[in-house]
């Protein structure tokens, strides 16, 4: 698999990111399947994995300790999060110890904060992520759901390092990203690490929604309101090149400069098929029709 370079680092990661959120909800997948899923995305040439501490209270972290223990350590990339109640400059160290423990390792490649806290100093949390890094408990800072404004800020208050960066929530249908930020982060070369990438399975023709769902950040009626034009057109480019939905979907984030695409998985053959969206790029048509398609959808942000 051809690796992408993490933006102003030397890092060199796989385009595709391993998510693990559902890897700390037993009602979704058990321990052992877990642990499978993570070992085969390895042996397949996916060297980055992303979990943080709040996914099922350290479960998910505990679980990928287990699994990576089978490979060499220097070969990965190990990307957590510091949960947003724990911002504060102890809590962040403490934080930091028990992802360490959770995960068997002594370091972590990217330590992202998970969510801005407003009422936490800015330069309180930078000054812990800083130190960190400078102990070597971590060798990248990051951040998760920081707008241009708070991203800034929190880059002023670094000495010894940068943001090397940033989790966003960004897929075909929700661009909200590109005004701003995006733009932003290209030119100081900090990497977007996309989350949600497939909508929640809403953009490849998912219908219903499961419970262990319900607590996420996103708006159902945002996927279920008007979205035929769009899952339509996906399916059909599909169609048109031997592909499927979701190799169109994840292809149209990964081919983008600087752009890394976060997928959860619990299923192998799933894992295979994401796999396919790799070292291709759709036709400029493509990208035309699905943007004429995403301007007939109406999205809600509002959950009722």
């Given at each position: 698999?051809?690796?992408?370079?993490?933006?102003?680092?030397?890092?060199?990661?796989?385009?595709?990111?391993?998510?693990?959120?559902?890897?700390?909800?037993?009602?979704?997948?058990?321990?052992?399947?877990?642990?499978?899923?993570?070992?085969?995305?390895?042996?397949?040439?996916?060297?980055?994995?992303?979990?943080?501490?709040?996914?099922?209270?350290?479960?998910?972290?505990?679980?990928?300790?287990?699994?990576?223990?089978?490979?060499?350590?220097?070969?990965?990339?190990?990307?957590?999060?510091?949960?947003?109640?724990?911002?504060?400059?102890?809590?962040?160290?403490?934080?930091?110890?028990?992802?360490?423990?959770?995960?068997?390792?002594?370091?972590?490649?990217?330590?992202?904060?998970?969510?801005?806290?407003?009422?936490?100093?800015?330069?309180?949390?930078?000054?812990?992520?800083?130190?960190?890094?400078?102990?070597?408990?971590?060798?990248?800072?990051?951040?998760?759901?920081?707008?241009?404004?708070?991203?800034?800020e929190f880059r002023e208050h670094l000495?010894?390092?940068d943001v090397a960066a940033n989790e966003?929530?960004?897929?075909?249908?929700?661009?909200?990203?590109?005004?701003?930020?995006?733009?932003?982060?290209?030119?100081?070369?900090?990497?977007?690490?996309?989350?949600?990438?497939?909508?929640?399975?809403?953009?490849?023709?998912?219908?219903?929604?499961?419970?262990?769902?319900?607590?996420?950040?996103?708006?159902?009626?945002?996927?279920?309101?008007?979205?035929?034009?769009?899952?339509?057109?996906?399916?059909?480019?599909?169609?048109?090149?031997?592909?499927?939905?979701?190799?169109?979907?994840?292809?149209?984030?990964?081919?983008?400069?600087?752009?890394?695409?976060?997928?959860?998985?619990?299923?192998?053959?799933?894992?295979?098929?994401?796999?396919?969206?790799?070292?291709?790029?759709?036709?400029?048509?493509?990208?035309?029709?699905?943007?004429?398609?995403?301007?007939?959808?109406?999205?809600?942000?509002?959950?009722?």
């Amino acid at each position: 698999m051809e690796k992408k370079t993490l933006g102003w680092t030397n890092e060199k990661i796989s385009p595709l990111i391993l998510g693990s959120w559902e890897f700390g909800t037993p009602s979704i997948v058990d321990e052992n399947s877990a642990i499978k899923v993570i070992q085969k995305s390895i042996e397949l040439g996916i060297n980055a994995i992303d979990t943080a501490e709040s996914y099922g209270n350290g479960l998910s972290e505990t679980i990928i300790g287990r699994a990576i223990g089978k490979f060499k350590r220097e070969d990965l990339f190990i990307i957590t999060k510091v949960s947003i109640d724990h911002l504060r400059y102890d809590d962040v160290l403490r934080a930091c110890e028990g992802s360490l423990r959770r995960l068997n390792t002594s370091y972590i490649d990217l330590y992202l904060v998970h969510w801005p806290n407003h009422y936490v100093p800015i330069r309180e949390t930078a000054k812990a992520m800083e130190r960190l890094f400078s102990e070597g408990k971590i060798r990248y800072i990051g951040l998760s759901n920081f707008s241009l404004p708070l991203l800034r800020e929190f880059r002023e208050h670094l000495s010894k390092t940068d943001v090397a960066a940033n989790e966003l929530h960004y897929n075909v249908l929700f661009r909200d990203v590109e005004k701003e930020v995006l733009p932003y982060m290209l030119r100081e070369n900090i990497s977007l690490l996309a989350y949600d990438s497939l909508g929640l399975g809403y953009l490849i023709g998912r219908k219903e929604i499961r419970n262990e769902y319900r607590w996420y950040v996103l708006a159902r009626e945002a996927y279920v309101k008007n979205l035929e034009p769009l899952v339509d057109e996906i399916s059909l480019i599909a169609k048109e090149i031997d592909r499927t939905p979701a190799q169109i979907i994840l292809n149209w984030l990964v081919s983008k400069d600087n752009v890394f695409a976060i997928f959860n998985t619990t299923k192998e053959d799933h894992l295979r098929e994401n796999l396919g969206s790799l070292e291709w790029s759709l036709r400029d048509s493509d990208l035309k029709r699905l943007d004429e398609a995403v301007k007939k959808v109406v999205i809600d942000y509002f959950i009722r």
